[in-house]
């Protein structure tokens, strides 16, 4: 009579065959346990509807008009304080120079309020208005170069239109032909800029034939 095997335990090798399903791990920690968000499905996006899109686009119309009205508003209001700034700098500079012309005209009124005085032999004293018309015509040229006002020489230089304005030409002996002969009305320069042309006659000579050339 023969004798039935005993069946043989199961191997502990390493690929863990005949093991049973709830035996540990091999590291002995129990397997992470399923993450229910990643097993769950990815939610899907909806298109936005007609509507959604118009109202969007009328959002960012209101805020791009909102923005440029503001942006107008500014450049309104700047320009509003530079020609206010502009038309103040102006004011000054004409109040500076016409209180320089007061000062002069108080001169002036001084010179004739002395003369129209009564005096011991009740005349005018002609060399006390000249020296007070020099003296008053001085202080003028001052305050005439405190804003870099100044004459120019036009006497005996080649006519120039765009600084001198001939109002005759005149023989002369000495000039020759095309320069200034004399100065009728000083020109003026403020720094380098024309201010009044210079009234003048050119000369066309010393009127006698030009000597023949030699041969």
Sequence with gaps: MKRSKTPAPASDGA????????APAKNGA????????????????TEATADEKLAALAAERDETKDRMLRIAADFENWKKRAQKELTDKSNEARE???????????????????QTTPGGNGGVDGVAILKGVDLVLRLFKQKLERYEVRPFEATGQPFDPRVHEAISKVPHPEIPAGSVAAELQKGYRVGERLLRPALVSVSAGN?????????
């Design 15 to 22: 690929n863990g065959a005949g093991a049973s399903p709830d």
């Design 96 to 114: 500076r120079v016409l209180k320089d012309m007061l000062e002069v005209i108080d001169n002036l009124e001084r010179a004739v309020a002395m």
């Design 207 to 215: 009127g006698k034939p030009a000597a023949p050339s030699e041969g």
């Design 30 to 45: 129990p397997d992470p346990a399923p993450d229910p968000a990643a097993a769950a499905p990815a939610p899907e996006l």
